[in-house]
Nanobody, 122 residues
Framework: QVQLVESGGGLVQAGGSLRLSCVLS????????MGWFRQAPGKEREIVTT????????YYVDSVKGRFTISRDNAKNTVSLQMNSLKPEDTAVYYC???????????????WGQGTQVTVSS
């Protein structure tokens, strides 16, 4: 059974930083391109960043380039998201999932985690 567990969110002032983590269980983590998604209130879930199976290739949506960094540890089945210079518009629930390819918004697993709330105050 696939399980995704996100953590690390919180309330931070604009300009601050947070580090999110996501652990995948029930599948061979290193087989998958992994991604972070976010869903802001009243908006659809969007892909933010992806990382290839060995971590050699990444993708970032334009709005987070230069501020967010995705990484993975295949030994710990973990994908992380370092978020710096946070802005109020980054406020959302953040989720991870496997994706079909670099930059893809098509998730692999039908079962999503609970997500982790990121709130950035101005």
């Amino acid at each position: 059974q696939v399980q995704l567990v996100e953590s690390g969110g919180g309330l931070v002032q604009a300009g601050g930083s947070l580090r999110l983590s996501c652990v995948l269980s029930g599948r061979t983590f290193s087989d998958f391109v992994m991604g972070w998604f976010r869903q802001a209130p009243g908006k659809e879930r969007e892909i933010v960043t992806t990382i290839s199976q060995r971590g050699s290739s990444t993708y970032y949506v334009d709005s987070v380039k230069g501020r967010f960094t995705i990484s993975r540890d295949n030994a710990k089945n973990t994908v992380s998201l370092q978020m710096n210079s946070l802005k109020p518009e980054d406020t959302a629930v953040y989720y991870c999932n496997a994706v079909q390819h670099r930059g893809s918004s098509n998730s692999i697993f039908n079962s999503w985690g609970q997500g982790t709330q990121v709130t950035v105050s101005s």
